[in-house]
């Protein structure tokens, strides 16, 4: 049944996409997911935006404690493919990956459905950014 909807449902996406990343624009230290200039077509599974250098795991925590505090549902969603158990199962530790793992660490998967609206973005990037500055890392250049 959803497949005989499936164009509808990656309009109304792509419509929640295109709000979060017009928020997006006005945030310095945080940046919206990457598409490589060669992509003509993107669907996300999940909105994952990355925080600027000068964040770290503990100040990605608190961002996300401070998003749950507001009943947004943003996750640290990210972690290096060395890192989980197949891996590490083969000999692979933390630190074998330093860019994957400080990558990792700086990653937030935000809200991310057809039933979000203008405002509920504009309040989940607004409290994104009243959080950026509560951990001290304020307005930081990525």
């Not at 996406?13 to 077509?41: C, L, N």
């Not at 074998?96 to 989940?124: D, S, W, Y």
Request: hydrophobic share 40%.
């Amino acid at each position: 049944v959803q497949l005989q909807r499936l164009e509808e449902i990656l309009t109304r996406r792509k419509e929640v996409e295109h709000w979060y990343a017009r928020q997006m624009q006005s945030f310095e230290g945080i940046k919206d997911p990457y598409v490589a200039p060669y992509t003509a077509t993107v669907h996300w599974f999940l909105y994952m935006v990355h925080l600027g250098t000068r964040f770290d795991r503990g100040s990605r925590d608190a961002i996300v404690e401070d998003l749950l505090t507001e009943e947004i549902h943003g996750a640290a969603y990210c972690q290096p493919l060395h890192l989980q158990r197949f891996y590490v199962d083969r000999g692979y530790r933390k630190g074998a990956c330093p860019i994957a793992e400080k990558n990792g660490e700086r990653a937030i998967a935000l809200p991310f459905h057809g039933r979000l609206t203008a405002e509920q973005i504009v309040f989940i990037v607004h409290t994104l950014k009243d959080a950026s500055v509560n951990v001290g890392a304020g307005a930081t250049i990525y």
